[in-house]
């Protein structure tokens, strides 16, 4: 498999215009990524870093979340850290929230400050208190006393 994705990322390197090579990968990705996740992540781990790959890393997440969330989350988990792993998590925060609202607030807790950090506590404030205010009220109590507390 990683064969054949080398292969089409050279096929695609070769074609000389730049914006017709960004619209096959993001066209191709979209249909891999939904018809093939795992696939689709071993593409982007091949692509050149850069904006692109973050892009596509991000919308590989979405898409896999959308289907098969555990799945997604191992992978995004597996990421280097930087800005791809934090733009993936930030595309499954919704659905994380949804699928486990505990799990995702276990992970917020641990993050440091930042815009991650702080999207995953507005997702969480936005749900939690709906499902369980006195869960919710008990782990916001647990929070450190910062802007994210405050927030929540």
């Not at 070769?14 to 990524?33: A, C, F, K, T």
């Not at 898409?63 to 555990?70: A, Q, V, Y």
Request: aromatic content about 10%; proline content about 6%; glycine content about 6%.
């Amino acid at each position: 498999m990683e064969r054949d994705s080398k292969e089409v990322l050279e096929w695609i390197k070769q074609i000389p215009n730049p914006v017709l090579q960004r619209e096959i990968i993001q066209s191709g990705m979209y249909r891999l990524s939904e018809a093939d996740p795992k696939m689709a992540a071993e593409f982007v781990s091949i692509l050149p870093p850069g904006q692109r790959q973050v892009n596509l890393i991000t919308q590989v997440a979405e898409s896999w979340g959308e289907g098969k969330f555990d799945e997604a989350l191992e992978w995004v988990k597996s990421l280097p850290d930087g800005q791809a792993k934090n733009s993936a998590y930030e595309r499954l925060g919704y659905r994380w929230v949804d699928h486990d609202v505990k799990e995702a607030a276990a992970f917020a807790k641990d993050l440091s400050s930042g815009q991650l950090r702080d999207q995953m506590f507005s997702r969480i404030a936005d749900d939690w208190p709906w499902r369980d205010p006195k869960e919710a009220m008990q782990f916001a109590e647990g929070l450190p006393t910062d802007a994210a507390r405050e927030r929540y």
